[in-house]
């Protein structure tokens, strides 16, 4: 169970894909996975995924993992390889909806980044960008499309935007791509073939899959910190909740306008509740399932949120919209961000950064870390598309997919060599005005329909990279994941976005001190009741292969 989209967190650019769930610690399957229609989740079960067969790049300087640790690069690879032989375009117009959470790219007229993806693809490539202007924006224009008929050739399928009856409408609309990449299939596709495993389960619906997974960290959300504001109180580790919050007040400073924390408060719930053990989503126990709203450990977190407010520790504007800014300032301490919206906030801020990893809230609670789980949706091709079509997109998108040490991804990350970047005397990569101006923003809705497995590389801050690396090593020794991820559930797919944004306000108002922390109980009553034990049942049903 997921809520909708955060602009702050679901996506950096230049390839990296960041998604946080706006007040959750992880990123759930709504909306992809195996359905409980009947036989879905058994057929979903003998479904042959895609073949793994990592990519020859160049190696990392320090290795990632199936686990969800991130290859690290200290310095841009000096010798690339090329991972597509040839444009893989027809030179027909292909079509494709996506979204952007950042500046809109310039039009193709006056785009030279969006013009050479034409040449380098080997056709015209026009994409009907939606620019988030709130939690509906693309939904609504997915919904437009799929009313009027006029469905593009690629559309992606976000992880949950509300989207109804997903299963019957990419029946009715959009291939089943399992002849073309279960199994040994998507070796014709190498890039494809190259990423995670755990990713393309999320493209599984009813023993199907329906669209060509779409890459995304596994790491979840993480507390970052400005480390030169902890340095007064020893640094930012802690023995316990207590301890955080003795030296939350010690460094507290309204008078100078600096606090603690961003006001982002069901955001810092979800980091108390992994001091206090709450599970990632959902807790699987001898096949039944416990919401982390349920849980004792999540409503101590919630009750301790409720102490960090009545501290004064968050910063009093709730709409602040500068928190990186108060953060490079050191007038702000910490905020939460998903992991790899993190690794673009380091590339384009210059103050310490920080982690808090979990730490046990009490002698008694054993902290976890939430992942998420490895996929931002899936895109998936037109009905109408004949074989030979169908083939050329999935083509364009092995394209789209090119992993980090390829010619290909040094492109659609940076454009052209002269124009959008240049390289460093040690090899960095440095983007020019242009380049930031086309490449990096037209490179953020390509990603959204296709993009490598995650990478860490940081232009002039290898030791930055070095640590970041070792910070990863360290959360995923207490990491969790969501049992539900994989699976299906319809009043997931329907409910889920309003239910929640419903428990996040309910807390939110708690936090602010406007209505009682006994209000929670009654909130929850009201999520069970309007589709949370529905959900619940679903998943179960799902789980247990009915």
């Not at 009741?529 to 049942?537: E, H, V």
């Amino acid at each position: 169970m997921s809520t909708h989209i955060s602009r702050r967190g679901f996506m950096g650019a230049a390839g990296i894909a960041g998604l946080t769930a706006a007040g959750l610690t992880s990123l759930t399957a709504c909306g992809s996975g195996a359905t409980i229609s009947k036989g879905g989740a058994k057929a979903s079960a003998k479904l042959k995924l895609p073949a793994y067969v990592p990519a020859q790049t160049a190696p990392a300087d320090l290795a990632g993992n199936a686990a969800g640790l991130d290859a690290t690069y200290l310095r841009y690879p000096k010798k690339l390889t090329r991972s597509v032989a040839k444009a893989p375009g027809d030179g027909s117009r292909i079509t494709a909806l996506t979204e952007t959470f950042t500046t809109p790219a310039p039009p193709q007229g006056r785009n030279g980044y969006w013009q050479e993806l034409n040449k380098r693809l080997g056709a015209q490539f026009d994409m009907t960008i939606v620019v988030d202007q709130g939690v509906d924006a693309y939904l609504t224009k997915f919904n437009a499309m799929m009313a009027s008929g006029d469905i593009p050739d690629l559309v992606w399928f976000p992880p949950n935007q509300g989207i109804q009856r997903v299963p019957e409408l990419l029946d009715a609309k959009f291939h089943d791509l399992t002849p073309y990449l279960s199994g040994d299939a998507v070796k014709k596709y190498p890039n494809l073939a190259n990423l995670p495993t755990t990713a393309w389960k999320t493209a599984v619906i009813n023993g199907k899959i329906r669209g060509v997974t779409v890459a995304y960290g596994s790491m979840g959300q993480v507390y970052v910190v400005n480390e030169d504001y902890w340095k007064p109180v020893g640094g930012a580790e802690f023995t316990s909740a207590e301890d955080f919050l003795a030296k939350g007040k010690e460094l507290l400073d309204a008078k100078r306008n600096k606090y603690v924390l961003e006001p982002a408060y069901v955001n810092h719930v979800g980091m108390f509740g992994q001091w206090f053990g709450a599970p990632s989503g959902w807790r699987l126990e001898g096949g039944k399932l416990t919401h982390m709203y349920e849980t004792e450990e999540y409503q101590e977190a919630l009750a301790f949120g409720v102490k960090v407010a009545k501290a004064g520790l968050f910063w009093p504007d709730p709409n602040l919209s500068t928190t990186m800014e108060k953060m490079a300032q050191g007038t702000l301490g910490a905020y939460v961000q998903s992991f790899p919206s993190f690794l673009v906030d380091v590339k384009n801020y210059d103050f310490p950064f920080g982690i808090i990893p979990p730490f046990a809230a009490t002698s008694g609670a054993k902290p976890r870390y939430s992942m998420g789980y490895g996929s931002v949706g899936y895109t998936a091709i037109n009905k109408k598309a004949d074989d030979k079509r169908v083939r050329m997109l999935l083509g364009v998108l092995d394209y789209l997919a090119a992993p980090f040490g390829t010619e290909e991804r040094l492109f659609l990350d940076n454009g052209v060599e002269g124009t959008h970047f240049t390289h460093a005397a040690n090899g960095d990569i440095k983007l020019t005005p242009k380049g930031n101006a086309e490449a990096v923003t037209t490179a953020m809705p390509l990603a959204f329909l296709a993009a490598g497995p995650e990478y860490i590389y940081l232009p002039g801050k290898s030791e930055l990279a070095g640590r970041i690396h070792g910070w990863q090593q360290e959360l995923l020794k207490i990491s969790q994941t969501n049992p539900t991820s994989g699976h299906f559930s319809d009043t997931s797919t329907s409910k889920s976005a309003s239910l929640t944004t419903a428990m996040s306000d309910c807390q939110k108002d708690i936090i602010a001190g406007r209505k009682p922390i006994s209000a929670y109980k009654e909130e929850l009553r009201k999520w069970r009741s309007g589709g949370g034990d529905k959900m619940r049942a679903e998943f179960e049903a799902s789980l247990a292969g009915k």
